[in-house]
């Protein structure tokens, strides 16, 4: 697995692995890795001659420094795991090699994310999925992937990052790969690795009442639903639903009624104490 530092290293090394015909796979994280990243390696190796994994806190999507700051930051982790798990290269730059002159010295390019970006995540964090199209753009515009790969437990980040490649004209399939968990159910997350053990503990207790909802939702309104939900969550120990959505999964617009949409999705943000955790869970399917 070969390391790469700087712009100019990622442009060499997909220019050669172009010149002899091979396709490429992006798998764009922010390192602290586990196996939900390792099974979007995996996949992204099984589809393409070439996979390019990034590595990179990135500083313009988030609008709490304190979070930035606290973000877990394994580097050495991060690449024997790549290696072992198939990825050809690492793309691991430095804040200052992204954004020349610092995040808050670039140009303002304003993306178009559509109402997708205005909602959960982009209300309680303005600003964050700009951040994220800045960096994810970027990282298309350089690497021109045939394919990249993304999580479901960020399920509205994908259905941004699919506006934004329309918007901005950019040719790459989008490939949505689902939620790796613990054996207790918890959504794998770098973040995790700032739960106390005590936290740890508690923190299933979030897909343990989505997956409970489930079958109550079959004879429940979505408004009861959501109150479930949200009731069995703030009853556990520092545990705080920040908020809670049941959306449709294309438009991401809330729903009232069950008959509304083929797909409905249910998505969740919970304080695990200072520890923001993010999962979801499907209420109804498409058919075909």
Request: proline share 5%.
């Amino acid at each position: 697995m070969i390391i790469l530092r700087t712009v100019n290293d990622v442009r060499q090394y997909v220019s050669t692995q172009r010149g002899r015909g091979a396709s490429i796979g992006l798998v764009p994280t922010m390192g602290a890795l586990h196996e939900g990243h390792l099974s979007l390696v995996e996949k992204a190796v099984a589809g393409n001659d070439v996979v390019i994994v990034s590595v990179f806190v990135n500083p313009t999507q988030f609008n709490n420094p304190d979070d930035l700051a606290s973000y877990p930051r394994k580097e050495e982790d991060d690449f024997r795991l790549l290696a072992g798990a198939g990825a050809s290269a690492v793309f691991a730059p430095s804040v200052e090699e992204i954004y020349p002159g610092g995040p808050s010295a670039q140009p303002g390019h304003i993306f178009e994310l559509g109402r997708a970006a205005e909602v959960m995540e982009g209300k309680y964090r303005p600003g964050h999925f700009q951040g994220v199209a800045q960096i994810v753009s970027l990282l298309f515009r350089l690497v021109e992937p045939d394919r990249a790969y993304f999580g479901e437990k960020d399920f509205q980040q994908i259905a941004v990052i699919r506006n934004m490649v329309a918007s901005e004209g950019i040719k790459v399939e989008i490939v949505a790969c689902p939620i790796k968990r613990a054996n207790d159910g918890l959504a794998l997350s770098s973040r995790n690795a700032l739960l106390s053990p005590a936290q740890r503990a508690l923190a299933p207790s979030i897909h343990a009442a989505l997956a409970e909802s489930v079958a109550f939702s079959k004879e429940h309104s979505v408004r009861e639903t959501h109150a479930m939900v949200v009731e069995k969550i703030n009853a556990v120990d520092e545990m705080e639903v920040e908020y809670f959505e049941i959306v449709d999964a294309r438009t991401l617009a809330a729903v009232e009624e069950w008959e509304e949409s083929p797909w409905i999705v249910g998505c969740i943000t919970v304080y695990c104490g200072k520890v923001r955790l993010i999962d979801n869970i499907a209420y109804r399917l498409p058919k075909d």
